[in-house]
């Protein structure tokens, strides 16, 4: 029987991860893209001045040793690993992230709404979750969420929580318990609980 001839549509990740595979497999596809270029968002592009300009990902956060022996190869062992130190910038301050577990430093009236509204929304009976926006409201109080992953989440995915479903959710966003919200307002040690470390 003779092997099919197989077309991939498409040379971002997803379709590089599929010709790999099919690589493996015996079946060299053919690839084609609607670009002039390939790579899809993991392209770079470079300028006369030297500036190199990402259209996509250029750090991999994948705890998944196949994967990031994969992504070695593919850019023959020149990467660098870093400990990540994430903070964010609010209106003249520059929290930890995540901030639901460093509010200390933040201004008084602040801490003391989300910590209130966090209380409150924890004593509330259950409601359901249709969307992103119910989400936040049942995890952190209204005071948080409005402040925070809101206002990230209209410039990140340009749009606003009402839009966005939960499934994507996993381990990207911490909720935390009472006693950790409250740990996180008055001492300078809150524990590193982002999935992302390098
Ligand atoms: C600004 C930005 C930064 C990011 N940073 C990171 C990061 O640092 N780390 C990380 O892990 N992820 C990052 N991501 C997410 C990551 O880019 C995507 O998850 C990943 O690139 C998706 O790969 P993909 O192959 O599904 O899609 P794409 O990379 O978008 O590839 C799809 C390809 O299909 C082509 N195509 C579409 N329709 C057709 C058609 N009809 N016929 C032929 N070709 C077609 C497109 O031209 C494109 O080349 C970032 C995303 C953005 C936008």
Excluded: C
């Excluded at 998944?64 to 690993?81: G, H, K, N, P, Y």
């Excluded at 577990?101 to 209380?119: A, N, Y």
């Excluded at 989400?135 to 995915?157: I, N, V």
Aim: charge should be neutral; avoid cysteine; charged fraction near 20%.
């Amino acid at each position: 029987m003779s092997k099919p001839n197989i077309v991939v549509l498409g040379t971002g990740m997803a379709g590089f991860g599929a010709a790999h595979r099919l690589h493996a497999e015996g079946l060299p596809p053919v690839m084609y893209d609607k670009n002039s270029y390939y790579g899809g968002h993991t392209a770079s592009f470079r300028f006369d001045t030297g500036f190199l300009f990402d259209l996509g990902p250029h750090i991999s956060f994948t705890k998944d040793a196949r994967i990031q022996a994969l992504f070695a190869d593919s850019v023959d062992q020149r990467f660098e690993t870093i400990q990540i130190n994430l903070n964010n910038y609010w209106r003249g301050f520059w929290p930890q992230h995540p901030v639901q577990l460093h509010l200390r430093g933040m201004p008084d009236e602040l801490i003391v709404k989300v910590i209130s509204d966090f209380v409150e929304e924890r004593s509330a009976p259950e409601r359901p979750i249709k969307n992103y926006a119910d989400w936040l409201l049942a995890s952190f109080g209204r005071t948080f969420a409005e402040s925070f992953p809101m206002q990230y989440t209209r410039k990140y995915h340009l749009t606003p929580a009402e839009n966005l479903s939960t499934d994507w959710l996993g381990p990207r966003i911490y909720r935390p318990s009472l006693e950790e919200v409250l740990r996180g307002a008055i001492s300078p040690t809150a524990p590193q609980v982002h999935y992302i470390t390098h």
